[in-house]
């Protein structure tokens, strides 16, 4: 998540239904809150309602799934 601006952070707490986490952004205390809510829901519906609400969101990649992203994403700008 990288909700350096309030908006961010409100539309990310709506975003998991935690309305009662919008004046936490910076409580580390609510990090185990968050992690609970979003354990719940799978990867690919979070992406999809983060974009739909213009959170800027994404997965965190282990090292195999970042160079094949990567290897994707470069494929057609290479591919001349």
Known sequence: L?????KFWLRFC????????MGRMFDLTAVGEVER???RLKCSDLLERARRLDVPLSPV???R???THLASRLKPILDV
């Open 37 to 39: 809510a979003t354990s």
């Open 2 to 6: 990288g909700a350096v601006e309030e």
């Open 65 to 67: 799934e970042a160079s």
């Open 61 to 63: 990649l282990d090292l």
């Open 14 to 21: 709506e975003l998991i239904g935690r309305g009662d986490l």
